[in-house]
């Protein structure tokens, strides 16, 4: 780990710090900036069950949500880390998102049939 990562570790609360650690040992060979955003996915989570919200992973809006959520952790807490992430979050909110509206259109074209089936 070099000093920024370090830095960026170190600024993670201590239950972040030992789930960066356990995942760490499970998988020696990911980079800081997986291990991190490992992390981050876990932290988001976990503020979803201490919110109360309801999680169905089923509902692409949860994972957009997610991704969202994840996104921001990183924006306000490691600025520096965000710029090498970033990307990635926009590219999985953007496919994300194309699935959510294909989603919506399967279903409407469905109904449209099954009502023009009943008349």
Do not use: C
Not at 7 to 30: G, T, V
Not at 38 to 51: N, S, T
Not at 69 to 95: I, Q
């Amino acid at each position: 780990m070099n000093a920024e990562e370090k830095r960026d570790y170190n600024r993670l609360p201590k239950e972040a710090r030992e789930y960066y650690d356990y995942q760490k040992s499970k998988h020696p060979s990911w980079t800081h900036v997986q291990l991190m955003n490992r992390v981050g996915v876990e932290m988001q989570i976990g503020d979803f069950f201490d919110k109360g919200k309801n999680i169905n992973t089923r509902d692409p809006g949860f994972w957009k949500d997610l991704i969202q959520r994840v996104d921001g952790w990183f924006r306000l807490n490691f600025s520096d880390l965000y710029l090498k992430v970033k990307d990635t979050f926009r590219r999985v909110t953007d496919e994300l998102t194309g699935m959510i509206v294909k989603g919506v259109q399967i279903v409407g074209d469905f109904l449209e049939r099954l009502f023009n089936f009943f008349n």
